[in-house]
């Protein structure tokens, strides 16, 4: 069951980075895709994980890892 999640999350994240290379790959952001993926299909995943950190994280949150450690 988990395989058929393997290419559909490498291919959210690794288009992520490339949208936003100045965050890159965080680990523990394979646990959000992952859930996400579980809801809906990979497009729909990799723009609500784009929302996700783009408007709703805060700008800084991963510039000082600051808020990650919080979280």
């Not at 936003?20 to 579980?38: A, D, E, K, S």
Request: net charge negative.
């Amino acid at each position: 069951m988990v395989e058929k999640f393997i290419d559909p999350m490498r291919n959210v994240l690794t288009t992520f980075v490339k949208r936003n290379p100045t965050i890159g790959y965080c680990q523990g952001m394979n646990f959000i895709v992952g859930t996400l993926l579980r809801h809906m299909n990979e497009v729909e995943s990799f723009w609500v994980f784009v929302s996700i950190a783009e408007n709703i994280l805060p700008l800084d949150y991963y510039s000082d890892m600051l808020g990650i450690l919080v979280d």
